[in-house]
């Protein structure tokens, strides 16, 4: 056969076709064609405003239907411009609103008001790790906050946007000074180990390593070594969402045991170039000072204590009560030394725009704070962010690429000013002589300030890098890879030079030392991914397949310099005359996995989602290097049935449920192997290896079984919305140490524990749209969270060192008390239950009741209203919780007390609530009072609502076209309503400082 002659006589016989073809169209449509011509070939320029009938609305979507390609965003005035013919329609949609059709009609200009649709709600996609899913349709537990709500905030550790607003996640600041910490559990402590909880952190698909990069002795001071958490800026967050059943983190294996906390930075939008400065200023304070005794009170107590011991002559150096020191002075210490005002300023500043292919954002921040403290104290970071998001021509291509460089610099005193200002005698010494210097009061006591000369010192550098390249090689399937990289450094010094001491004691400077962490962490991430989704009769498939090869390596080293010539040499380990090295260690972790996803979804109500991943960890001996888990979940959308197709009340309907098992490995490296140190001892100058750890071929996974049930609804078209979930998490397998016969030259052996842990809990979950108006709106939004944490299995717990940790069927955060009921009311004493009946109150047999620190509930109610240009939001957070009762010592001695302590102070009558004083030489006294701190009657009802945030913005109208100017006043911690007297109820570590109230003021141009 002629080839050639076949393709000519057949490109003729088309052409033939195609012009009967075109023919037979031209003359069918003439008529049409005729009367709409002079409208169809004539363009025009469309501009225009986009609003929600009151405030413009940015990154709207505006296209032209029927033509690909011929689509618009809105930029941050809410303006547009688009290319079209006179007879076509825009469509115009956003999420949260009801999707427009406007007519061209030959129109220049067209300015739109959209309308508010509140059952979108659940068209909102959801980052779910490695996919994105419609909150309509996921079968997992996942919950979100946007930038909407972290933009209210004045806080800078992401964690605290957290707080109140989430149920199941339970936040907890650990201290009030800047740069301090948090606690964050999500669905309560699933390990025995109280280190190995913490969830994973994914910043734009990148995992991030939240485990502190402090040593304790240089933060010693603190409760808290410093967090990189602290580096992340929460201005360039978008998104955070936590997965926390089985369904949505089995995807993650071993890293989502204790959850995932996915943070999603901002990117650009196609658009005008954008440039947006904001600037902020504000203030922090205490919350809530202590009520301690007033002069008169203080003496009082003094002087009955003496009477009580029966001593007549006070002592020399009882110099608070024996004319030293002024008996009528008087100085509240709390405000004196930690009642200061901290001063916070922001400044930010970014730069977006691009177009419908390429897009782009660059950011800057600069953050100052600093403490309460007297002297100079200041926290300080700033850091820069940028993103790319690009697509080629034909929409196959495309890359994501983000990249974040943040610094902290924080300078403290080396001591924590809170225990001072709670200890002091009220009528102490002024803290300063009439010259300037500090006063010693002829070494009659050690002023507090002389620490403003010891410093704590942390500068931290934290760069995390993203890119995802993907391909869509036929329709529908996808190729994509993750690269990741990130790089921390940390540098801390705690000092503690001879000018701490008082200078008639003549200490020179070869008392001085140092403390010097330094911390490096780098790591690498790549995971190739293929994703295919295809109709299937009625049906969705989705289908995705990939893999992860991780790498992280940690140096750290930590010295201590002892003995400098002088202090002026104090940060120069060469000065000192004695340098010891106290660990230098460098740590490499090793992991990679298989995992996949596959989702079917009948008739838009039916799922099914199975998810697998295969978990290779180098914390495991052999053998136990690898582990499989997974999870299934399913979901019904019943309100999309016939019988509930057409309902006027319920508008949306869903039961889900997912079983499933994750693992866990956050137990550090090398746990399984038989590791060496550095001999304290050298042998002929040489210094020689000890062994510090055995070898355990069975060291393994932790398993961490997860099963969950919820129902949502929806009423009058979303405008109610509520969801109920109940879940049972069973921990096993425990990864813990083990204790071994001291015959063998070790106490310990890491291991596995045949013990189990459940935590289960209900979370209830409410959005009402109370009134949505074209002026003004009011949203509501709560959520509450009950939880019971439970040990239920630990074989041989009597016989191990954990026997007075824990009890069999109650919680992990419980302490173990002794039974308190009363004073004598002859000898003025407190009385414990003598439990084992043997005539005396003794460790550990009497001290056995248990008390659970855990809360019983906890949750948020936040009120949104907007009118017109103006908007507030606040949010009440609630916990209902014990804590410990503050006790500072022997009431009596040389230590101020709370004023409750006057109440009947000499504990010989029925009504006495405290036992009487004793300078600490009454030894029945002394020992009863330390009963009487680890016993029942410690415990108090710690219990607050708290008005946690509120924000109040005014968006000032502005002549100059596309510019914004918006004023801002922003409160945090601001109102505490509660039963518990001492301090902050929140703030469960005694002697550190508690959270502060902030109030900020601010500014934000867009232009």
Known sequence: ?????????????????????????????????????????????????????????????????????????????????????????????????KKAFIPVQGRSRIDIALQYDTTTLQEVKVNAGYYSVKESERTGSIVRITSKDIETQPVTNVLATMQGRMAGVSVTQTTGVPGGGFDIKIRGQNSLRSDANAPLYIIDGVPYASAPIGYIQTATTYPTVTSPLNS??????????????????????????????????????????????????????????????????????????????????????????????????????QKELIGGTALINTLSGSVSGGSQKTQFILSGNYYT????????????????????????????????????????????????????????????????????????????????????NAEFKSKTNDFVSNA?????????????????????????????????????NNITSARSSIYINNTTRSSWIVEPQVN????????????????????????????????????????????????????????????????????????????????????????????????????VGAAWLFSKENFLKNSSCISFGKIRS???????????????????TVSASAYNGTAGLQPTRLFNKDFGWEINKKFEAALELGFLQDRIFTTASWYQNLSSNQLTGMPIAATTGFTILQGNLDAVVENKGLELTLRTVNIKSGSFNWTTSFNLTFAKNKLIRFPGLESSPYSQQYRIGEPLNIKLLYQYYGIDPQSGIYQFKDLNGDGKISFPDDQQITSDFNPKYYGGLQNQFSYKQWKLDFLFQFVSQKNRA???????????????????????????????????????????????????????????????????????????????????????????????????????????????RILTAGVQLTF
């Open 468 to 504: 995802v390249l993907s391909y869509e090689l036929i329709p529908n399937l996808y190729i994509k890879s993750n690269f990741g990289f990130t790089n921390l450094s940390t540098t801390e010094t705690r000092t503690s030079p001879s000018t701490i001491y008082n200078p008639a």
């Open 232 to 333: 992340i800026n929460p201005d360039n967050i978008q998104s955070i969402e936590i997965l926390k059943d089985a369904d949505a983190t089995a995807i993650y294996g071993s890293r989502g045991a204790n959850g995932v906390v996915l943070i999603t930075t901002k990117k650009g939008k196609a658009g005008k170039t954008a440039f947006t400065v904001q600037a902020s200023t504000g203030t922090g304070n205490v919350t809530k000072f202590m009520d301690l005794m007033n002069t008169r009170q203080y003496l009082s107590m003094r002087r009955q204590a003496y009477k009580n011991d029966n001593i007549n002559t006070y002592p020399a150096n009882a110099y608070d009560i024996n004319g030293t020191w002024d008996q009528n002075r008087y100085t509240d210490w």
């Open 369 to 452: 704070e600093s403490t309460v403290f007297v002297g100079d104290s200041r926290y300080k970071k700033g850091g820069s962010q940028f993103s790319l998001n690009h697509q080629s021509d034909n929409g196959k291509f495309r890359l994501t690429f983000s990249a974040g460089y943040n610094v902290q610099d924080n300078k403290l005193p080396a001591l924590d000013f809170t225990t001072d200002a709670r200890n002091l005698a009220p009528n102490a010494p002024a803290l300063y002589n009439a010259d300037g210097s500090l006063n010693w009061a002829n070494k009659t006591w050690n002023n507090p300030l002389r620490n403003l």
């Open 1 to 97: 056969m002629n080839y050639s002659s076949f393709y000519k006589d057949g490109k003729a016989l088309y052409c033939i076709i195609f012009s009967c073809i075109l023919l037979s169209f031209s003359s069918s449509f003439a008529g049409s064609l005729g009367r709409y011509s002079k409208f169809s070939i004539q363009e025009i320029k469309i501009q225009g405003t986009i609003t929600d009938g009151n405030s413009p609305l940015p990154g709207v979507s505006i296209a032209v239907k029927g033509r690909a390609g011929a689509a618009a965003i809105s930029d941050y005035s809410g303006h547009y411009a688009i290319t079209a013919e006179s007879g076509d329609t825009l469509v115009v949609s956003f999420i949260g609103f």
């Open 532 to 631: 295919y989704s295809r109709e299937i009769g009625s049906g969705n498939l989705d289908v995705l397949l990939g893999a992860t090869f991780q790498s992280q390596t940690s140096a750290s080293l930590y010295q201590t310099g002892n003995g400098f010539a002088s202090n002026s040499l104090i940060y120069n380990l060469a000065a000192a005359s004695y340098v010891t090295i106290l660990l230098n260690d460098e740590v490499q972790y090793r992991y990679q996995a298989l995992f996949g996803r596959v989702n079917y979804t009948l008739q838009q109500k039916y799922i099914l989602n199975l998810t697998a991943r295969r978990d290779g960890s180098s914390r495991f001996g052999p053998g136990n290097q690898f582990a499989v888990f997974g999870a």
């Open 886 to 996: 503050y006790l500072n010592g022997i009431p009596g001695q040389m230590l101020n007390q709370p004023s409750r302590m006057t109440d009947s102070w000499m504990g010989i009558d029925d009504q006495a609530q405290y036992q009487l004083y004793s300078t600490g030489i009454n030894s029945t006294v002394v020992n009863s009072n330390y009963y009487y701190s680890r016993s029942t009657a410690s415990v108090e009802d710690a219990s607050y609502i708290r008005l946690k945030n509120i924000a109040l913005t005014y968006d000032l109208p502005l002549p100059i076209k596309d510019m914004q100017c918006r004023l801002m006043l922003q409160g945090q911690n601001l109102l505490t309503f509660t039963k518990f007297k001492d301090g902050d109820p929140e703030f469960t570590t005694s002697g550190y400082l508690p959270p502060l």
């Open 658 to 676: 997912s079983y499933g098992t994750t693992g866990n490995d956050q137990i550090g490296d090398y746990q399984y192997s038989d590791t060496y």
